[in-house]
């Protein structure tokens, strides 16, 4: 079989419930020059059995592996180095897509220029009523940073597209430093994407997203949980290391962000030094040497 233009990976851990969901809205695409990627991260249910069936009835290739629980992050890279297509996009195992999903996806990267300097293209989510979910761009296309979306065009809501894999490649995390550490936020990543060049944004919708107002609420509470302070304080490193630049511009962010560094280090028990070092800014060196022996004390 040729090798697929698009990579669509699906972390999965026992959502054998619903997986045929993804997998009927697969079928229905309108383009077909896809892999699917199913990554089963230490399922107990019966996700194999039923990959395999897919495989049988299947238009399109896909590929499925078996490791023990490493949890979604780790997945997610693991199928990055996996995949075979020019372009990617990860999707949860509970979401579908609209038929025309991949078709609006590779004609848009189609027919964007190289020297555009694009990174990823950004489109629009609804939930399985037919709603927008957040906000729309204030124009289409809008080609911007997420830095911008967020704090210039305060864009709220999930969003959801197409990368290219030599892109993802590219991102610099050191994957033995964050295994075995449970819950770790995709903004660890995420961010590197505003080092590598722009996202391009536009109103069309390409992700179904199922949402459960239970599960969103209990979601939402179990995020800021103590149990995932490691996480959460990467994710702010992160963010800080990525954005340190704009702290005379855009202060309140940078601000706040500092603020949950220093809050879930302090939680997650890190050494001083560590937490100071690990920052690549001098003004937030001084400032972690000042500010975290007081949240250590708090907490």
């Known amino acids: 079989m040729n090798v697929p233009k698009v990579t669509i990976l699906t972390p999965s851990y026992n959502r054998a419930h619903t997986l045929p969901r993804v997998f009927e809205s697969l079928q229905k695409q309108t383009f077909k020059d896809f892999e699917w990627l199913v990554i089963d991260d230490g399922s107990t249910d019966n996700t194999k059995d039923l990959v395999e069936e897919f495989q049988k009835i299947s238009d399109f290739k896909i590929r499925y592996y078996y490791q023990e629980n490493h949890h979604k992050f780790l997945t ?92 993802y490649k590219k991102m610099k995390l050191n994957l033995g430093d964050l295994a075995g550490k449970g819950f770790i936020p995709e903004g660890v990543f995420q961010f590197q994407f505003d080092k590598l060049g722009f ?54 962010p940078i601000i706040r962000n500092f603020g949950g560094y220093m809050k879930f280090a302090a939680i997650d028990d890190r050494n001083s030094s560590k937490v100071t070092n690990d920052l690549k800014s001098n003004l937030l060196k001084i400032l972690s040497a000042v500010f975290y022996p007081i949240f250590k004390k708090m907490h």
């Not at 949860?92 to 991949?102: C, G, I, Q, V």
């Not at 957040?134 to 969003?159: T, V």
């Not at 302070?229 to 511009?249: D, M, P, Q, R």
């Open 199 to 252: 996202h391009y944004c536009i109103n069309k919708v390409t992700r179904i997203y199922f949402r459960d107002k239970n599960d969103e609420q209990s979601l939402a509470n179990q995020f800021y949980d103590k149990k995932n302070a490691f996480g959460l304080a990467e994710n702010y490193k992160a963010f800080l290391n990525t954005y340190n630049s704009k702290i005379w511009s855009n202060p309140v």
């Open 76 to 167: 997610f890279f693991r199928g990055i180095d996996l995949a075979e297509g020019k372009y990617f996009s990860p999707l949860d195992s509970d979401d579908a897509l609209p038929p025309d999903s991949m078709e609006i996806l590779v004609n848009t990267w189609e027919n964007i220029s190289e020297n555009q300097n694009i990174v990823f293209v950004s489109t629009l989510c609804e939930d399985q009523f037919g709603n927008i979910v957040g906000d729309k761009f204030p124009k289409d296309p809008l080609i911007c940073s997420i830095f911008d979306m967020r704090y210039k065009y305060k864009i709220k809501g999930d969003k959801w597209g197409m990368g290219k894999t030599e892109i």
